[in-house]
C-alpha cells in the first residue's frame, strides 16, 4: 500500500496474500510485546525496538522509527524484507532494521529480535566486558557469560555482522554491542523479549555483586548441567517442578 501520511515511506511491494493472516497477527503480538519493554524499564523515549520473522517468508514486522511507545499500535508496524526494504507500512522502519535482517538472514533459527538500551547491561556494554557467569540463574538463561560483540556503527548491517559473528557458536541468547547495548535473539519474538528482560537482571546483580567484592565464576561442568536442565527439563510443558 502506499501511504496518504505526510512524511511516509512509500511501500515498494506486497505482503503475499498466503502471509496476509502470519503478518497481521505479528503485527498485533510484536507492538503488544514493545509494552514489555516500557513495563520493565529498558526502553528511554523511543529507542529500543522488537521484531519477529513471518514464517515461511523471507518478510520480517518492526517496529517504527521515532514513534513514542504510547503511540505504537499493530496499524503503524512496519512489515520489510529480510534485506531492509520497506513492504508494507505507513512509517520509516527502526534505524536497526539492516541490523536485524542480517541476524534473521544468517540465523535462521531466530524468529525474533529485541534492541535496548537497558540501564545495568548497557553500562557492561559501555566497558567492554562480558558480564561473567556468576549465577545459577545465568547458567540457566545463557548457558555462561554473556558475551560483549564489536563496536559498530548504525546504519547498515555492521551491527548484525557484529551479533552473527559474537554468537556463533555460543549459548548466549543475548550480546552486548560494544558502547551501544543489548541485543537478545530468541525462537520468536516473545523469547527475545524474555532474554532482554532477564540480560538487564543479571547485569544489575552482577554490577552490585562486585560492588562488595569479586563474585566467583561457576565452575564450567556446573554450568552445563545447569543450561541443559533448565533448557529442557525446567517448566510446565516437561512436568517439571520450578
Not at 511491494?13 to 502470519?22: K, L, N, S, W, Y
Not at 503480538?29 to 522488537?50: E, K
Not at 518478510?59 to 520489510?80: Q, R, W
Request: hydrophobic share 40%.
Amino acid at each position: 500500500m502506499t501511504s496518504t501520511r505526510p512524511g511516509a515511506m512509500p511501500s515498494q511491494a506486497a505482503v503475499p496474500t498466503q502471509a496476509r493472516d502470519a503478518v497481521d497477527e505479528l503485527r498485533r503480538s510484536v507492538a503488544d510485546l514493545h509494552r514489555q519493554l516500557t513495563r520493565y524499564a529498558l526502553v528511554a523515549w523511543t529507542a529500543g525496538n522488537v521484531s519477529a520473522r513471518v514464517p515461511g517468508h523471507d518478510l520480517m514486522v518492526i517496529k517504527p522509527s521515532g514513534v513514542a511507545y504510547d503511540d505504537l499500535s499493530a496499524a503503524n508496524m512496519v512489515i520489510t524484507d529480510l534485506f531492509g526494504a520497506l513492504v508494507e507500512g505507513d512509517y520509516a522502519p527502526s534505524s536497526d532494521t539492516a541490523a536485524h535482517a542480517y541476524v534473521y538472514r544468517h540465523m535462521p533459527e531466530v524468529g525474533g529480535i529485541v534492541h535496548t538500551h537497558s540501564t545495568y547491561a548497557t553500562a557492561w556494554a559501555a566497558l567492554g566486558e562480558p558480564i561473567p557467569c556468576v549465577l545459577t540463574m545465568m547458567a540457566d538463561e545463557f548457558g555462561g557469560d554473556v558475551p560483549i560483540g564489536p563496536f559498530a556503527l548504525i546504519g547498515d548491517d555492521s551491527i548484525g555482522r557484529g551479533i552473527v559473528d559474537t554468537l556463533a557458536g555460543s549459548r548466549s541468547p543475548a550480546v552486548l554491542m560494544a558502547s551501544h547495548g543489548p541485543f537478545t535473539i530468541g525462537k520468536d519474538a516473545q523469547a527475545a523479549v524474555k532474554a532482554a528482560v532477564m540480560v538487564e537482571d543479571v547485569a544489575r546483580t552482577v554490577h552490585i555483586a562486585y560492588q562488595a567484592g569479586t563474585p566467583k565464576r561457576l565452575d564450567p561442568q556446573d554450568i552445563d548441567s545447569l543450561h541443559a536442565r533448565y533448557q529442557n527439563v525446567y517448566g510446565q510443558s516437561q512436568g517439571a517442578p520450578s
